[in-house]
């Protein structure tokens, strides 16, 4: 009867959880992925969508591996776009993806914030504005719903230029500083600084954009947004294969468990799994009651001893070794009297022989404790030491070893 | 569901997983091992079901009957034997966990036997309470292994069973007879010293040799032309009260058995022995005030009662009240009567406390008061002190121990007969202090 309350008890527990977790599910995930198969406002399903029509001779696909290791490794580097938050190259990706340029390919960067060796050896500063906007939720809830816009426009030939409207959302960033000689500006935004812009000297062409959420759902969705980013992307040369790079803004796509290695390997995965069965079959099964629950039930217990150690104790701080001491020769007088039947008010030689022959101790032991007792009965004082003789000289008497 | 219930899983089982686990993570370096373990692992899967298939394919496979008495007897072994038969066509491998009375406090009580196919065995154990009441017995858990031995199923057999348990009678049963026959002495339980004779004639019977002369019956010789002696019996008819305190000072436990219950076994004992004897047993409780006053009598129903009453004793452990208890025996025993009381003391003031009670009741009746050696302190005693503060230990366990044998000394002085005994042979110093009274002729 008690298990089933339990039972019900967890029960209505997780069905609570549960309904509590359905209530939850309202909210929009605000949180900027760029990733191919997502559809929430700042993934990059509706990029994919759309770019798969414009390049429909070399359909683009999705890497999740650094600029050097598609280079090196698999020799497929394709014409990289990258989009995230924040691109950091090492050196080995930058001169990657500079030997990519230089080979004749095309690169488009776009991203919020440019570090490393990318922003200092070509020569710009990025500069980003309400920093927030990355990750609080509700501040971008705040922002999209407002009515403020920027203005970009774009210049992608010399008499041709678009303008286009957007959230301030999309614009934090931009470049506070280029070197002018490296650098065609394409794009700027309403305040006149760049956030597109080309590098030039070089065979092929890398773009470097600050502005990553353009390409996602949210705006490639609308109708006038979209353009932009159609406009952009339209950069690349349409028959070559366009590779968007994720790495920068996932990492690499593979389980991430230290378990990965033991999973990698179909005998490791065996002795795995059989012990995390057999963890889980003795856990059931070893806990499984085999006769029915004894209560506990304290029995008496005897505290005479404790009551003996307690009062000794005391006694020991007291130190008064004398008073032990005629306790202890009382005791030993009384055994001498019940056992070997002697009267112990007169000490002598002739009692040190009675007693010796009675209990058969040698005579030089119990004269050793006679003289001892007299020393007691006398009354002198007694001190630690000669207890301690005390004792052991009654232990062999006694006989106790 | 049930047969989920019924499964479990030995260690052999677990074992075989730890091996499979070690040879795969050898596979690792060795890829031929990888496949042995493999064909294992399949292998011992088989094993696995072939062990289930064996052991759930039969209902009632297994047979246990629990055989104990109605009764158990406080502080004494008594035995249960569990019969258990094997109804498998294969021979099994046993393990029985009876299910015991909670009172025991035993958790770990199990025993291992394989029994072949169709063959009965027995388990007999022991076990010995320590409180007298209702002991619930459980069911017995068998859990059956073959031989593959992977697989445990449990059987929950017997059926659950209560046991009353009284004041020692097995004790009662074995005093008895020492008693009866007088050989108590010549068991070496006790040597005592029989002074005094019986006065009182019971026959004349023929001359044997050993039988004093100084009781030759000269008339009854003359007329029967062989030496004939008179002989004597004990006084009958003598009233023996059971007195027991029920107080705070008889809760202390030695060997788990409270001095009150070793009272109450020994109250039984010496009540039997003197209803044998052709005396009226009675009993006497009493703490704060006289609990109960079973008159004495020697009427056949009379050990029944006793022992039904004596059952029936439950304790508060207060404190004890000499003055109720003086007032109760004088009025409610007129008649001068042995009264052994059974109560502790631990020093000579509590004893001066009770001692005006304990002389005015010694008026009246032949009183022996019985209390115990503290053997726990005795045990400090006998030990070797390793440093000062212990020899200061054994110097008081050593006062505590003599201030017994002073309590004894002043008890004497006022003509209170006593009993100092370890608790263990309380029974057996009692019934001789019983029977030296009686052949004195104290009474």
Not at chain 1, 134 to 157: H, K, M, V, W
Not at chain 2, 52 to 73: A, H, M, W, Y
Request: hydrophobic share 40%; charged share 25%; with cysteine.
């Amino acid at each position: 009867m008690k298990d089933k309350k339990y039972v019900i008890f967890l029960v209505a527990l997780i069905a609570l959880y549960v309904v509590s977790e359905m209530r939850k599910s309202g909210q929009v995930n605000w949180s900027s992925t760029y990733h191919e198969e997502h559809k929430i406002p700042f993934g990059a399903f509706a990029m994919h969508d759309l770019m798969s029509d414009m390049f429909d001779q070399a359909p683009p696909k999705s890497e999740y591996k650094t600029l050097y290791e598609l280079a090196v490794e698999d020799s497929t580097m394709g014409n990289p776009l990258i989009i995230a938050d924040g691109v950091a190259m090492d050196n080995n990706d930058f001169n990657a993806l500079m030997r990519h340029i230089d080979l004749g390919g095309t690169a488009l960067i776009s991203a919020r914030n440019i570090q490393g060796p990318l922003a200092d050896s070509l020569g710009f500063i990025v500069r980003m504005e309400d920093a927030e906007l990355a990750y609080d939720f509700r501040a971008i809830q705040e922002a999209l719903s407002g009515e403020l816009e920027e203005t970009i426009t774009l210049n992608l030939t010399d008499n041709e230029t678009k303008e286009f409207s957007y959230s301030t959302i999309a614009t934090t960033s931009y470049f506070s500083q280029i070197e002018k000689e490296n650098f065609d500006v394409l794009a700027v935004n309403a305040t006149n600084s760049p956030v597109l812009i080309s590098y030039k000297g070089m065979k092929g062409s890398l773009y470097v954009s600050t502005i990553p959420l353009v390409f996602t759902n949210y705006f490639i969705l609308g109708e006038e947004t979209s353009q932009f980013a159609a406009a952009m992307l339209s950069l690349f040369p349409e028959d070559e294969l366009v590779v968007h790079n994720e790495y920068y803004q996932l990492g690499r796509r593979e389980v991430q468990s230290p378990l990965r290695v033991i999973l990698s390997n179909p005998s490791l995965k065996w002795a795995f799994f059989i012990l995390l069965f057999t963890v889980f079959i003795f856990m059931f099964f070893e806990s499984k009651r085999r006769q029915r629950i004894i209560p506990l039930i304290t029995p008496l217990k005897n505290m005479s001893v404790e009551f003996v150690e307690t009062l000794g104790r005391l006694y020991y701080r007291q130190k008064d070794h004398r008073k032990l001491a005629v306790k202890r020769v009382q005791y030993w007088k009384d055994y001498v009297r019940v056992h070997f039947n002697l009267k112990t008010d007169h000490f002598g030689d002739r009692f040190n022989t009675d007693l010796s022959s009675k209990s058969g101790q040698p005579l030089k032991s119990i004269e050793a404790l006679m003289e001892l007792v007299k020393r007691i009965e006398e009354g002198a004082v007694i001190s630690e030491d000669e207890l301690i003789k005390l004792e052991k000289g009654l232990n062999g008497f006694y006989g106790i070893e | 569901m049930n047969s989920v219930r019924s499964f479990y899983i030995t260690n052999r089982f677990f074992y075989a997983a730890g091996t499979l686990v070690f040879l795969f993570i050898i596979g690792f370096a060795l890829p031929w091992i990888a496949v042995v373990a493999e064909v294992i692992f399949y292998l011992s899967l088989a094993c696995l079901l072939i062990d289930t298939l064996l052991l759930f394919r039969i209902n009632d496979g297994i047979e246990l009957e629990r055989l104990c008495t109605e009764k158990f007897s406080n502080g004494d072994d008594n035995p249960v034997r569990l019969i258990i038969e094997n109804r498998y066509p294969i021979s099994l491998h046993l393990r029985v966990i009876d299910e015991l009375p909670e009172q025991l406090q035993i958790r770990d009580q199990q025993f291992d036997l394989d029994l072949g196919s169709g063959e009965v065995k027995e388990i007999n154990y022991k076990v010995r309470p320590v409180k007298r009441g209702e002991y619930q017995f459980g069911f017995a858990n068998v859990f059956v292994s073959t031989f593959l031995g992977i697989v445990r199923r449990r059987y929950q057999l017997g059926e659950e069973q209560t046991v009353a348990v009284y004041p020692s009678f097995i004790q009662m049963r074995k005093y008895e007879l020492l008693a009866i026959s007088n050989q108590l002495q010549e068991f070496g339980v006790k040597k005592i010293r029989r002074i005094g004779n019986n006065m009182e004639f019971e026959q004349i019977k023929n001359y044997v040799s050993g039988d004093d002369y100084r009781k030759v019956n000269w008339k009854a010789t003359a007329r029967k032309g062989h030496l004939m002696v008179n002989q004597y019996q004990d006084e009958r008819s003598q009233q023996v009260y059971s007195v027991i305190d029920k107080g705070r000072v008889m809760q202390m436990p030695f060997e788990g058995l409270s001095l009150l219950d070793y009272a109450i076994n020994s109250s039984l004992v010496i009540s039997n022995i003197a209803l044998k004897k052709g005396d009226k047993a009675g009993i006497v409780t009493f703490q704060q005030k006289v609990n109960s006053i079973l008159p004495a009598s020697s009427r056949n129903m009379q050990l029944n009662l006793i022992l039904e009453h004596l059952y029936k004793q439950k304790t508060g452990y207060k404190e004890t009240d000499y003055s109720k208890l003086y007032i109760a025996l004088k009025r409610k025993v007129t008649q001068r009567s042995l009264v052994l009381l059974y109560t502790n003391f631990e020093s000579l003031s509590a004893l001066k406390r009770q001692l005006p009670f304990l002389r005015r009741i010694r008026q009246q009746h032949l009183l022996v008061c019985i209390f115990f050696q503290n053997t726990e302190v005795e045990k400090v005693i006998h030990k070797k002190a390793e440093d000062l503060e212990e020899v200061y230990m054994k110097g008081i366990a050593e006062q505590l121990a003599f201030e017994k044998k002073l309590i004894v000394k002043e008890l004497q002085a006022h003509g209170i007969h006593t009993i100092l005994t370890p608790p263990k042979e309380l029974s057996v110093n009692t019934i001789n202090k019983y029977l030296e009274l009686k052949s004195r002729g104290l009474i």
